[in-house]
């Protein structure tokens, strides 16, 4: 009986491991396979006919989804200005200074993340159409950047507050200002965190689909927009592979992002 278990102790963990690996790559494999299927329909387990006809639909300089990338790309970009226009002295104060209410202040950046994204986009719509900002990109960027400012406030006071500070008391002895301390010696230490709250800041604006709906439609049309109109008219082939072209800078960024965060700036984020 104890020769079986090692064996049978093995067959377990490779079932486990196999079962693990199915969760999480079935449903890319089958994104993968709607993105060649040209015809596949039930009973068939596997496409019929396979091709890349619908890359080229996708791919067309006169189709939507160029143009809903380059809209994509360009409101995440606007949305990574915005957030660290905000987070970088945002999270050098809240690191550095001894500011009061703190704790509050670091709950509010959460508040976005609090509440059931539809109500609060109902009425932010309601609201951004009595001031004209509806239907606009500067009004999907101000969505956007709420959201991720929980992102790029809370990683930059990690990052600022894992600088030493007798670095920049040795700036200050040799003379350096306050502003110049913080442009030589402060901000390029603290920039690996920044960064990394740059990349969530873009990811999170690019994947965007709530905020960009109530906001931004009909004007605005964003990639995820664009995929949920082609999974909702039954376009699967399209959807696929718009969700394939989001997940390349997803993978891609998140390889940067555990790079550039290190230990010593994980410990110190919501302290």
């Known amino acids: ?48 006919t396979y091709g890349t006809r619908y890359w080229e639909v996708v791919f067309r300089p006169t189709g939507d989804a160029m143009a809903s990338l380059a ?8 949305t990574v200005l915005v957030a660290l226009a905000v987070s970088v002295p945002a999270g050098y104060a809240l690191a550095r200074l001894r500011l009061p209410f703190r704790t509050a202040i670091m709950i509010a950046f959460l508040l976005p993340q609090a509440f059931p994204s539809v109500a609060i986009y109902i009425n932010v719509a309601r609201i951004f159409y009595s ?25 930059a006071t990690a990052a600022f507050a894992a600088v030493d ?35 969530f800041v873009f990811l999170e604006s690019l994947d965007e689909f709530t905020g960009t709906f109530f906001v931004g439609v009909p004007q605005v049309t964003t990639l995820p927009l664009l995929l949920y109109n082609a999974s909702m008219g039954g376009n699967y082939q399209i959807a696929s592979i718009t969700a394939l072209i989001l997940l390349v800078p997803s993978v891609l960024f998140m390889l940067v992002i555990e790079r550039f965060l290190k230990a010593d700036v994980l410990s110190k984020v919501g302290q």
């Open 1 to 48: 009986m104890s020769r079986l278990r090692g064996p049978v102790a093995t067959v377990l963990k490779v079932l486990g491991l196999a079962a693990f690996a199915f969760w999480l790559i079935g449903p890319l494999v089958n994104l993968a396979l709607w993105s060649v299927a040209e015809r596949w329909y039930t009973p068939h387990k596997l496409p019929v």
């Open 165 to 199: 500070r007798d670095l920049e008391l040795a700036a200050r002895n040799i003379g350096a200002g306050p502003l110049r301390t913080f442009l030589t010696v402060t901000l390029p230490l603290a920039a690996p965190g920044v960064v990394a709250s740059a990349i």
């Open 131 to 155: 001031i004209g900002l509806a239907g606009t990109v500067p009004g999907v960027v101000l969505v956007h950047a709420a959201h991720g400012l929980v992102y790029s406030v809370w990683i």
């Open 71 to 78: 809209t994509s790309v360009g409101i995440a970009l606007l």
